[in-house]
């Protein structure tokens, strides 16, 4: 074989290296994405239990429990993208938590079976989606850090892929919470 004919064939087996290892990263980053979707899902599927729940002991927490459902209904939408359902998402955690906060003021439902029984299961949902968001960012970045550097660059931009976007805490939730006012909110 000639020079050529080698380099040629190195290059070629470089190309393919690189564009298998964009497809990795890309599929990577949807099998984690899919991963956060199962629990998000699994999520709303407590809401309601959660809610019917906790309605019976707070009539004038309802507002609360009225914005939990709406965003249940709005995430369940099968045409949600990915973007659509990080923002949605960034909106339910808080409410979760500050219905999970107004519960301590109601002593017989703290000490309800169903209720320590879903806030158990929510909390280790909530431990999942935590870990899966660690994963899809980490993912992500391996995924936007190849679309950006060079040679895997050339590639991508071949391909069309774009970069894809992180899941994020809004500032809001960045903030140190004030838990007295959270309790005197009633």
């Known amino acids: 074989m000639s020079t050529s004919t080698i380099?040629?064939?190195?290059?070629?087996?470089?190309?393919?290296l690189m564009y298998n290892s964009l497809i990795a990263k890309k599929n990577?980053?949807?099998?984690?994405?899919?991963t956060i979707d199962a629990q998000l899902k699994k999520r709303y599927d407590l809401i309601p239990n959660l809610v019917a729940t906790v309605a019976e002991y707070m009539e004038h927490e309802k507002d609360i429990l009225q914005e939990l459902t709406q965003?249940?209904?709005?995430?369940l939408?099968?045409?949600s993208t990915q973007e659509q359902n990080i923002q949605l998402d960034t909106q339910l955690t808080p409410k979760?938590?500050?219905?999970m906060v107004a519960v301590e003021n109601y002593p017989d439902l703290?000490?309800?079976q169903n209720m320590l029984n879903l806030q158990k299961t929510l909390h280790e949902t909530e431990a999942q989606i935590a870990a899966a968001r660690r994963a899809y960012n980490q993912a992500v970045t391996d995924y936007n850090n190849a679309l950006e550097q060079i040679p895997t660059n050339f590639i991508a931009s071949l391909l069309h892929y774009q970069p894809k976007q992180l899941f994020e805490?809004?500032?809001?939730?960045?903030?140190?919470?004030d838990i007295k006012k959270l309790f005197n909110q009633s």
């Open 71 to 75: 965003l249940r209904s709005q995430a």
């Open 169 to 177: 805490i809004p500032k809001e939730q960045r903030n140190n919470i």
């Open 96 to 99: 979760l938590s500050a219905l």
């Open 7 to 16: 380099t040629i064939l190195v290059l070629c087996i470089i190309l393919i």
């Open 28 to 34: 990577q980053v949807d099998n984690i994405y899919a």
């Open 110 to 112: 703290k000490a309800n």
């Open 77 to 79: 939408q099968t045409t």
